[in-house]
């Protein structure tokens, strides 16, 4: 069988191990008798469009080697999404175009449920036009909130930072709170799904210990109810450790961040999540407060990252490969939990449609009765899966992350007119 | 010699080795032959006027040792400073009073300008009433901006915490700037001095690596120059990395955090000066901006210590006990660099009264002729300094950081009438 050539692309935002997938991709498209050179998608599904074709063959091979450790999209990420074959025809054709003029039969997609509805469109579109070619995606996500999969790559790692971060500000503000701040909010992400803010639950383990409430988006926001916790809290400890969601909102349905607060003077508030609660918690009670926002630090927060997530990560990736070279297509590789504890996990894949579109939230089960916390079932879930310290290299005090040359493959066609 | 007690005590804003240099306290004291128990002050010198001593020796040798690696204030920090003695006569003696009930001369204050006043105060109070006492300063604070002493442990460790921060927040952006965030601001602690800000500037060591510009204290914040900078900076590599310091101001000397500036809707705006410049930024250039303020996350870190600062940090908790037991008194460690490349130091001591209500902002030669940005003078400083990775050790998947009992030592005086 003549060998055929390989694109691999990054789509959505990024995560502390989206590199370690494509790190998986190329080991194992290395070793494979089907697949003859690689190319990443620069910027994305952008970069196919545009015939950006990063080639890899030109990459140093520590740099590659360096993609196990490094974070944030080191071939560059997309926000762009495909719209149905019969709007966006133009764009379905021309990443075939792209395809056959660089030999390509194999294209892999590392991303969330977005781009799960492009590899069914896609692998779909090619099928209708004969067109040869194999669409594997390859799950991502900081927010865990894919269906199907038991988790996804990104999340472990955020989880366990999130969970540092949390530990950290609360034994600092536990340690001042006699005659200083009495509350310290931290921020996480999560727009839709509560997986972040819920992992910092995992820093509870005595009742010192914060976070002490968590705000779930997926608990409905009750401010009498809030304020009444905090104030036993900080008369219980002397201190409240409080973790929010960026993605809270009131009874009405709307984010906290857009609810139109006023801090203390009467001002409008603006801000995320985290600031409303800490305007609110000055304006309501008077304690001293301080909040953390980590925003993009917890995205590719590496330093830190969970061992079972990079190796996840990098399974994700080779068995994308496995399945596109034994023909696969439209397909999801998934994570399977075997058990809790010991934790134990396999690799499975499914029908890139059944995760297309689709988020999971937080299950009923894994959040406290009072809406403030999480459960000992969401602890058995979370905790296998920020297991392990995976520490990049370091060079001169500063982790040694791969920077990439990202030199492109000849063009070969007209440019992309959209 | 019959033994004495001695009494150590945390004051101030904590940091990620704190800990550490009460670590080496006790261990230089178990092998004194002048010092018999050691009492650490319940939240600072709150327990000491207050004859809450926790005692030492009641804490399992596990949870001693892991001082080491424990951030935050471990017996709990204070912000009360005491005055000069002829208004507060009765606090000094009452320190006195305590001290003699509980067989204590030496006492070990561990922290910034505020608490060099206090050990200066104390050490004359004593001598005045021949009250046989030695006081000794250890220098802490995160600011680094103590005079004298070459570096102040504590600032190595939220140096590299945040220098690496700003390397994956800019990293994180720079894969996502094509169809999303095009300027990533990332806002520092320290209130008066850069030094934090401008540590950032060791991420940037190609022209793609934020921080692409650093807002400092030292230098009075331009807006017009500022936003040209930024936008030639986005024409140039299409997203900017910017680091704020929290201590930034204006001409007229008001800090950017309250200076009453407007959002995009003519809100007036709040939160701290990376709040004030992500709102400028969006209403100025439209730019998509997002914004991490890491607040107490970076005053904690452990988890990334740098191995050099926590070294530092432990050798001048020993130094102090060996200073005390000399007879020493009003004296505070410093540290002494002496040579860039390779780095090495040594450990010297001087007048707690030349440290006292003094702040030692960064020098002109540190900062670049644009204000923006550090000099190579400031990298050979700064670069020894966060060298190393002292990790803590985990125990699933989380930091395994001291909790200490705190059991107190039996009072023996009447309470404490303020």
Not at 13 to 23: D, E, L, Q
Not at 38 to 54: C, H, M, P, R, T
């Amino acid at each position: 069988m003549a060998k055929k050539n390989a694109v691999y692309a990054q789509s959505g935002g990024v995560t502390p191990v989206i590199n370690a997938s494509a790190y998986g991709v190329l080991v194992a498209a290395q070793h494979s008798d089907a697949i003859a050179m690689v190319f990443a998608g620069y910027d994305g599904i952008n970069g196919v469009l545009e015939e950006k074709l990063i080639d890899l063959s030109q990459e140093a091979p520590e740099a590659l080697a360096a993609l196990r450790h490094t974070p944030a999209g080191a071939f560059g990420s997309a926000r762009r999404k495909l719209q149905d074959v019969e709007k966006d025809k133009a764009a379905f054709q021309r990443i075939l175009d792209v395809f056959a003029a660089h030999d390509v039969q194999y294209f892999f997609y590392n991303g969330g449920n977005d781009s799960m509805d492009t590899v069914t469109k896609l692998s779909q579109f090619a099928k209708a036009q004969s067109f040869p070619l194999q669409v594997i995606g390859i799950p991502k996500t900081i927010d865990n909130d894919l269906p199907i999969t038991d988790c996804c790559p990104g999340f472990g790692s955020v989880a366990k930072y999130n969970a540092v971060s949390m530990m950290e500000g609360a034994l600092d503000t536990e340690s001042m709170h006699r005659d200083s701040t009495k509350v310290f909010v931290l921020e996480t992400m999560g727009r839709h799904a509560g997986w972040i803010a819920a992992a910092t639950g995992l820093a509870h383990r005595t009742e010192r210990d914060g976070p002490h409430l968590i705000l779930l988006p997926e608990v409905k926001f009750d401010q009498a109810r809030f304020l009444e916790a905090l104030e036993n809290n900080v008369r219980k400890l002397g201190y409240c450790a409080v973790t929010v969601s960026e993605g809270v909102q009131d009874h009405e349905g709307k984010f906290l961040s857009e609810a139109g607060g006023q801090d203390a003077f009467g001002h409008t508030q603006l801000g995320g999540a985290g600031n409303y609660i800490q305007e609110l918690i000055k304006r309501e009670t008077k304690l001293k407060v301080h909040g953390a926002v980590l925003d993009y630090c917890q995205r590719s927060a590496r330093h830190v990252a969970s061992t079972v997530d990079v190796i996840q990560a990098i399974e994700c990736g080779k068995r994308a490969v496995e399945l596109a070279t034994r023909g696969g297509t439209g397909r999801m590789v998934t994570i399977v939990r075997e058990q809790d504890s010991p934790y134990t996990w396999s690799l499975s894949h499914t029908d890139a449609a059944n995760i297309a579109n689709k988020e999971k939230m937080l299950p009923e089960d894994y959040i406290r009765e009072d809406g403030f916390h999480v459960t000992e079932g969401f602890r058995n879930y979370c905790l296998p899966l920020i297991q392990g310290e995976d520490y990049p290299p370091y060079e001169q005090g500063l982790p040694a992350y791969a920077r990439l040359k990202k030199a492109l493959a000849p063009q070969k066609l007209a440019p992309y007119k959209k």
